[in-house]
């Protein structure tokens, strides 16, 4: 008996690499969660782009507001920008941070494409950005008035993304828009 199911083992093992494979396929590669979801935005003490005043978390806190991961360097940051434009016309606060970067092509990006930033973080050596767990550019965290991290989105911000889970979210954490 033993050395018949011995037959069957590369069919086992076969189907349960195939579950786990089905499995990894289903899944959707922009959910990315994070560990910080539900906690305080981490402290830090970064430049503001183009001043001398330092920052910190608790510049973030006060109001329902985004934070955008972004660099020059990264062309799927040129696609969203337009729509954080939108938004920010719109009454959301949106708040940058500047991931790797020079900050004199920082400033000639936001001087030639506009400046939907209530302030950019100027996060050259990625501190910040580690400390957050960011893996990439462009990435969006949602932060309530708190200064608690509620969301993480991975990927451009577009109008799908903002109507269908963005959105939501923040008005129903009290945050406000124009339509």
Not at 28 to 48: T, Y
Not at 61 to 70: D, P, Q, S
Not at 151 to 156: A, E, K, L, N, S
Request: aromatic letters at 12%; charged letters at 20%.
């Amino acid at each position: 008996m033993g050395h018949r199911l011995k037959l069957f083992l590369p069919l086992i093992l076969f189907t349960v690499l195939a579950l786990f494979l089905f499995r990894g396929l289903s899944l959707d590669p922009r959910e990315m969660p994070s560990a910080l979801i539900d906690h305080p935005f981490p402290a830090f003490d970064l430049p503001k782009l183009g001043a001398y005043e330092r920052l910190s978390a608790g510049n973030l806190a006060g109001r329902v507001g985004l934070l955008n991961v972004w660099a020059t360097w990264c062309p799927s940051c040129r696609v969203e920008h337009p729509y954080l434009l939108q938004l920010a016309a719109r009454g959301v606060p949106i708040y940058g941070l500047n991931y790797k970067d020079e900050d004199a092509a920082a400033q000639r990006w936001l001087q030639q494409l506009g400046d939907p930033y209530r302030f950019n973080i100027v996060d050259r050596e990625g501190s910040l950005g580690l400390d957050l767990g960011v893996y990439g550019a462009p990435e969006t965290y949602l932060i309530d008035a708190q200064g608690v991290i509620r969301y993480r989105h991975v990927g451009v911000v577009d109008e799908r993304a903002w109507r269908s889970t963005l959105e939501p979210l923040y008005l129903s954490l009290g945050g406000e828009a124009q339509p």
